[in-house]
């Protein structure tokens, strides 16, 4: 849905703030990793990483909606464009592909990127005993909540199998240390010391659940563009499967190629392992299209080449013939052999299919004779005394 002038403006002032201040919560985590030993520092060095990365891109993202906003001058292209900016995919305006541990390349919304470094940045501040805020712990507690009432809202989201079974287990022990936790804290036990991991371990969840669902689009988006690319191959075939028949209509010797059947590999699998190998097969039907399609279109280019030749000449032989037998003794022999060799050939080229070998070797003849008559006769040297 287009975005309005009037909710793109706090949104995006809300969103700068935003940006500042995980900023500025990243600034203080690269501070404190100083005071940390070198291997707790290498630890933590190459998640820091990443949220920076996703900082940036969402930063980036951030210059481009304002860019389009304006100051205000929004039209119905800018708020589509608005919309299309905030819901689209991050890595469409970097050169780097946003990326997490083990994950490999990600591909996120802006609101996924911002709840993806929300999640990273209370870990980095968990795991260099820093505090998200103040360093009460109710205020720990309620984030830890809160992170947990959004892991509950994904978690159906997961498709029905092993693998939502396996989130449910792991959000309903996460609520039980949650609960046990608060329970601690209202008895006033010193619960510093849990907070940590558990938060490290809601945001490791929470990010699991949010990369599932980016790899899930991914795998859908990748599934329709092999059934795009299915269609399209097999349209292909159909249309060159007409030039065969066309070729071996028009000439012989006629090229014989097997054009292959793109429904004989089945639907498109689910699977990404099984997905990836039927792409390679895909791959390999179209070279085979593409040669199919060069060999029937070259044997067909070469007739139409030996009819021009053959024309070419004809045109040639009646603009200079005339003016040429006159140098020859007997002109009526050399307009015998012309007219039986045009003869000859205009048979050869009528004939359905057509001999291509015959046609070329006739037409070379032809082209042959009929420059050696209207070549222009040598004219002797003048004799020195």
Known sequence: MPVQATEAQPYLAALRQWVSQRRADLS????????????????????????????????????????????????????ERLSTLIHGRLDSNTTEHLSLPASGSLAVSLPEACRLLDSLTRTLQARASLAPGALEATQRITVLRAGAERVRDQVPLVPAGPERDAAAERLARLDRRVADLVERARRG?????????????????ERDLIVAAAERANAAQDRADTRQLVEELDARAEAIRSLERQCIAAVTPAPHLAIPNVRALGPVPQAAAELAGYRQRLDRVSRALDLAHETYA????????????????????????????AAHRPAEAVRDDIDALRARLESVLAETPMP?????????AYQSYVEAVTRQPSRPGRAHP
């Open 28 to 79: 203080d985590v690269d501070s404190a990793i100083l005071r940390l030993t070198p291997a707790e520092q290498t630890a933590i060095t190459t998640d820091l990483t990443v949220a920076l990365t996703f900082w940036k891109a969402i930063n980036d993202r951030l210059t481009l909606l304002e860019t389009t906003f304006d100051g205000g001058r929004v039209g119905p292209k800018e708020a």
């Open 356 to 364: 291509t070998v015959r046609a070329r070797a006739l037409a070379a």
């Open 189 to 205: 036990a010193d619960v510093g010391g849990i907070i940590g991991p558990l938060e490290i371990d809601l945001a490791m969840l």
């Open 298 to 325: 070259a044997a067909l280019a070469e007739r139409d080449e030996v009819v021009g030749l053959a024309g070419a000449v004809g045109a040639m032989l009646e603009a200079q013939l005339e003016a040429q037998l």
